[in-house]
């Protein structure tokens, strides 16, 4: 009796355990169907695409509604099936379990930290800017179009770099952001470059360079300039046109100052005469360098009742005899007889 009760038993759990094993191959498996069946499956199938239509209206919806808001991450596989009778009963390995947030939050991290997204798709070679891209869990990134074209015409799923299988995705936007930074980058520095070249063009019209042929190109352009203007300007009218020409030679007169930088008055204060006192006494010199006497003075006055002056440059010369040799000199601002600099002065 107990043997027939075990029988039983074991066909009961074999029948069941048979049943388990056909309805998973039955889900899994592709078979072929009888007509009846057939049509039963198109009907299913086309089921399937009608809900599968309906939702992705329902996600070109979400699209629109969530245009102009920030871009959400998220996992870009479907939602595994639900387990069957020989998954439950241990006669097939069920599937893995799915990334928590937390972990997918470890993934990104770890992608973040190889830089993966600063760095072309490894499968085309192209920088990611814009489009969409997918984050598998491997912490590898790639185009979103590159990797379901890798999965079409390798005919498996694993991961391009690492070969890791059965791997899970999730849509990222860490590439277009980096584009967008580099794109704000480059046009911040355009425009600054655009100011700069706008200032300089500014200051060139009015401030006159350094350099002695374009400081002269400068100021010759200048006068043309007011040239031009007082040509235009004549009229009938004689004390408006001597009224402009007092004005274009008054300017002519402060443009030659501005032009010619040798012509420049010395403001010396006590601190520098002193210094120069200092260096013409450590020099020592006797002697006037231009009529050879004595320099020796009391109270101011030298032999014969000549002022003794001191140049701002520390040399000594009778007052007459340097009067004399400006008297001759031929340039606009005499220079010292002996180091050729300009020069202020003062009675010793």
Known sequence: MRRRLTCKANSGRLTLAAVALQDHITRTVPVCFSNASRQAACGAAHGFRSHKNQSTRQRARDAEQTQGQEEKEYVLDRAPPPLTLAQRMGLVAAPSRRLTAEEWAEVKARSIQEGDSSQPCAICREEFRLQPQVLLSCSH???????????????????????????????????????????????????????????????????????????RQFFEKKFQEMNDSLVRSCSTDVEAFLKDIDR?????????????????????????????????????????????????????????????????????????????????????????????????????
């Not at 074209?149 to 694993?158: A, R």
């Not at 899970?168 to 046009?187: F, H, M, P, S």
């Open 141 to 215: 990134v790639f185009h979103k179009v590159c990797l379901k074209s890798f999965e079409k015409f390798s005919c498996s799923k694993s991961c391009p770099m690492c070969r890791k299988e059965q791997y899970e995705t999730r849509v990222i936007y860490d590439g277009a952001q980096l584009y967008r930074e580099k794109c704000a980058l480059r046009i911040q520095a355009f425009w600054r470059g655009y100011l700069v070249r706008k200032r300089y063009q500014t200051i060139r019209k009015h401030v006159p360079p350094k350099d002695h042929r374009l400081r």
């Open 248 to 348: 274009s030679v008054a300017m002519s007169h402060d443009l030659l100052r501005r032009f010619d930088k040798s012509v420049c008055v010395f403001e010396m204060e006590d601190k520098d005469w002193l210094e120069a006192q200092e260096k013409a006494v450590q020099r020592g010199v006797q002697d006037c360098p231009i009529c050879l006497n004595h320099l020796n003075s009391q109270n101011g006055l030298s032999k014969g009742g000549r002022n003794v002056l001191l140049l701002s440059c520390s040399h000594l010369f009778h007052e007459p005899c340097l009067e004399a040799f400006e008297l001759f000199c031929q340039e606009v601002k005499p220079t010292c007889p002996l180091c050729r600099s300009h020069y202020a002065k003062m009675l010793v």
